[in-house]
């Protein structure tokens, strides 16, 4: 069991509506991300934040809009998605112990999204 | 190209096999090299990090060719509950307290009896 957690697991949602995925890690990290897993093609950062603030945003298109409160929480504001956007989003965190490069990951079980 | 290349198989191993993973990425800058495993309908999660010196877990070795841009994961003595998706992972890492991964396609690894 990690100590990330996401909620919802499973969303169906329309096109026109608006939704909220969330995401909680509970090992005192400093550092949350975004990524997005559709079939048949790699895992895709979306977003990171350290400290709460983003810091890194790969040209994501703007119906995906996140927010991170505090270091503990993580959320992804969805509205007016496409059916492209049907995939697997996963949450992660990682520690900010030292200046490394070798830090490691840690994810949550995602939340299975499809867009009808 | 692709940054981070994989076969993506499937391979098909009986148990006892010995079989190895190869990747290839395409920025030199990357600083900081992985192998996760992913679990069907699972999260992935970290198998091993990759030094330049090579590392070894238990059965499983890790390569790492930076001149060549080329990385290796080595499975000796393959079990059943090694059937997994295995990602090779790189980190164009600039510094910072977090990690920009990148992620290969993964490649499928079915270990029968």
């Known amino acids: 069991e990690t100590g990330v957690t996401q909620t919802p697991r499973h969303l169906v949602m329309g096109m026109t509506n608006k939704k909220s995925l969330k995401c909680e890690q509970h090992l005192g990290h400093n550092a949350m991300y975004w990524y997005k897993q559709s079939a048949k093609k790699p895992l895709e950062l979306m977003f990171v934040?350290?400290?709460?603030?983003?810091?890194e945003n790969n040209s994501v298109p703007s119906r995906f809009s996140p927010e991170c409160p505090n270091s503990s929480h993580l959320f992804l504001h969805l509205h007016t998605l496409q059916p492209e956007d049907s995939a697997l989003y996963l949450c992660a965190s990682s520690p900010q112990s030292g200046v490394t490069p070798y830090n490691e990951q840690f994810f949550g079980p995602g939340t299975r999204l499809t867009v009808l | 190209r692709k940054e981070v290349e994989q076969d993506p198989g499937p391979f098909n191993v009986p148990e006892g096999a010995t079989v190895a993973f190869n990747c290839t990425y395409s920025n030199s800058a990357s600083q900081s090299f992985f192998w996760y495993r992913q679990d069907c309908r699972k999260e992935p999660k970290l198998l091993m990090s990759?030094?330049?010196s090579g590392n070894e877990d238990g059965r499983f070795t890790a390569q790492l060719n930076r001149a060549s841009q080329y990385i290796s994961l080595l499975i000796r003595d393959s079990k059943l509950s090694d059937s997994a998706t295995y990602l090779c992972v790189v980190n164009l890492w600039r510094g910072t307290s977090y990690g920009k991964l990148t992620f290969g396609q993964g490649t499928i690894l079915t270990v029968h009896p």
């Open positions: 990759v030094y330049s």
């Open positions: 934040y350290s400290l709460e603030e983003r810091v």
